[in-house]
């Protein structure tokens, strides 16, 4: 998309944001620097230039999945999303790569404004070295979590519930708010998980969320390079074919994926099982086993995200794929979601 074509979408994006919602999230919308206070959820392989930008171009704001990502391609793909968009967007980084700080400095050299920590506690270090230049934002299970994680300096906070697609915790998202948005508000907190409806973000702002994090409503946007057997298989998914996987021994504790089930999730319990061997066997300590999984991962997303191997590869996707329906523009998804809302906040005044 052109800057100019960019500008014009943003525009009407920002338009259709009414005065009452507008209020409800202006603690996130201000934080983040953007119009609609909606992040894109970080997909690895799904979450890159393209569908950043798009998002971002359309006034809401865009992470970019670092994933496994080298040092040198993450700086490749910042600069890349740069070129498509003069809009803010964020920088998603696990916080168990091997590369973690390098990755940090990479953000810093690039100016980033926003870094995100995902997939476990982040270092103080990392935390500390990102601030030097950008808001940080982690994610957080719990409430003593969360007040660890802003005494350690985030800036804002991620609760995510288990309806979400990709790695999640045990507890719902609804029971999350609740635990969680009364007794942290000293920093904005986003809600994620199983929203794809207009209405359910009215009802985490009514609770005090700053806005929202979405993913699985825009895996199958048209701005997304999923391959097309990707996206189909997300459009004709219901909601209860995205399930978790388990764990096969507490001894070894393997972090749920939620995913639509395939031949791909079969392999991955039989490759658990193999790792699972290797780690009581001393072969492997939890951190190289817990590696050794997540390289799985980042291999069958690719099979299916890139490739369009929807048997064998990874479908990861939040419960809310029930209501991915069609392949749509990300302008198109986030004005259905704000029409949504304001229909929503009218039939409360009624």
């Known amino acids: ?109 690039n100016h980033a404004a926003h870094v995100v920590f ?57 029971v999350l708010a609740q635990e969680i948005l009364p007794v942290i508000r000293d920093v904005p907190v986003f809600v994620a998980g199983g929203i794809g409806r207009g209405e359910a973000i009215v009802s985490f702002l009514e609770m005090g969320a700053a806005g929202v994090q979405m993913g699985t409503r825009f895996a199958a946007a048209t701005e997304s390079i999923a391959h097309p057997k990707f996206k189909q298989a997300f459009i004709r998914a219901a909601a209860r074919e995205a399930m978790p996987t388990v764990q096969l021994d507490k001894r070894f504790p393997v972090i749920p994926v939620r995913a639509l089930m395939n031949q791909g999730t079969d392999a991955f319990m039989a490759m658990q099982r193999h790792v699972l061997e290797k780690f009581i066997g001393g072969e492997l300590d939890q951190q190289a086993a817990q590696l050794e999984i997540e390289h799985f991962w980042a291999g069958a997303l690719r099979r299916a995200v890139i490739d369009g191997d929807v048997e064998n590869g990874s479908l990861m996707a939040g419960q809310s794929v029930g209501m991915v329906t069609a392949e749509l523009p990300v302008a198109t998804i986030i004005a259905e979601l704000l029409a949504q809302a304001d229909a929503a906040l009218a039939a409360r005044a009624g």
């Open 118 to 174: 995902a997939g476990g506690v982040p270092p103080g270090e990392a935390i500390k070295r990102a601030k030097a230049f950008a808001k940080v934002t982690c994610f957080a299970p719990a409430a003593v979590l969360a007040k660890r994680l802003i005494k350690n300096g985030a800036d804002a906070i991620v609760i995510e519930g288990s309806e979400a697609g990709g790695h999640i915790g045990p507890v719902s998202t609804s």
């Open 1 to 109: 998309m052109s800057e100019a074509a960019a500008t014009t979408e943003t525009s009407r994006t920002a338009q259709h944001v009414s005065a009452r919602m507008a209020a409800l999230w202006k603690r996130g919308t201000d934080y983040l620097g953007c119009d609609v206070a909606i992040l894109c959820g970080a997909m690895t392989w799904v979450s890159e230039r393209n569908l950043v930008a798009a998002i971002s171009n359309a006034g809401a704001f865009g992470i970019i999945a670092c994933g496994a990502m080298t040092p040198a391609l993450l700086d490749a793909e910042i600069k890349a999303t740069r070129a498509l968009t003069k809009k803010p967007f964020g920088i998603n980084l696990i916080t168990m790569h091997p590369q973690l700080m390098e990755l940090v400095d990479v953000c810093g050299a």
